[in-house]
């Protein structure tokens, strides 16, 4: 695993009320292997850092040559076209699209070169800096004006109808622990079930997860433990001050010590 960004809180502001690892499981659940898009986010009490998970040599975009910016961007466009036009349609994170692809600036997006492949990774999704706060981003809409064809068109009238749904108030958020976790509407999307260490989401009916088998929960019945000593914890805690164990998700009355 590689740290791409690490910023102090004061930094950045999170966009959306919501556990962000939840946020990006669920990216990882719709979009499959389409979500290396966006990098993983680990918040800790005083930092951000979003991680990837190989060790390759990633360059900002800022940081690019000026022959190749124009080209990455292009790329980065098309992309957050068709992941925008998926995210649309999940029951879950299809209203706070808009928020999910905003970045703070182009020193948050990273690029890595792969048998003569360029591979674009966003870093600060879902976040904008505090200078922003008083004007709009909105990275999709700058992309459907730099790239021609109708899907970017289509894709940016579906991202601004999303945007309207959410002033309405389709979700609520309900808080467990000083947690936030999504509350769907009708009774299928409230049996929706997690698991407790990969965040991924299944639907209603699923037992065990196929990728680390491990039992399946809803999520406002995980908790957060010191693997060593049993410490709850929040979710933006990484590791025990106690006795520096890794602090891990849990089903809540079932974390063990070693």
């Avoid at 991680?51 to 790329?75: F, G, H, Q, T, W």
């Avoid at 076209?81 to 999940?90: P, Q, W």
């Avoid at 002033?167 to 609520?172: R, T």
């Amino acid at each position: 695993m590689k740290i791409l960004k690490t910023v102090t809180k004061d930094q950045v502001h999170l966009l959306m009320d919501f556990n962000y690892n939840n946020v990006y499981g669920r990216i990882r659940y719709v979009l499959g292997k389409d979500a290396v898009l966006f990098s993983d986010i680990h918040i800790k009490n005083l930092e951000v850092l979003w991680i990837v998970r190989d060790d390759a040599e990633y360059v900002a975009l800022s940081e690019l040559p000026p022959e190749k910016v124009s080209m990455v961007k292009n790329l980065l466009c098309e992309k957050l076209s068709y992941v925008t036009s998926v995210l649309s349609g999940d029951s879950l994170i299809g209203e706070h699209v808009a928020n999910i692809t905003t970045y703070p600036s182009d020193e948050y997006v990273f690029v890595k070169e792969s048998n003569s492949e360029l591979n674009v990774v966003i870093a600060g999704w879902g976040c904008k800096s505090y200078a922003q706060d008083n004007k709009e981003v909105s990275h999709v809409e700058d992309c459907a004006e730099e790239l021609s064809g109708e899907h970017i068109s289509d894709n940016a009238n579906m991202k601004s109808s999303n945007t309207s749904t959410v002033e309405q108030g389709a979700y609520n958020s309900s808080h467990v622990d000083n947690e936030t976790s999504f509350s769907a509407k009708t009774n299928k999307e409230q049996q929706e079930l997690v698991c407790p260490k990969c965040m991924t989401t299944y639907p209603a009916g699923s037992t065990f997860c196929p990728r680390d088998g491990e039992r399946l929960t809803t999520s406002n019945n995980l908790a957060y433990y010191c693997e060593k000593c049993g410490t709850k914890y929040n979710s933006d805690t990484k590791f025990c001050p106690k006795d520096g164990g890794t602090v891990v998700c849990r089903i809540a009355g079932q974390h063990y010590s070693q």
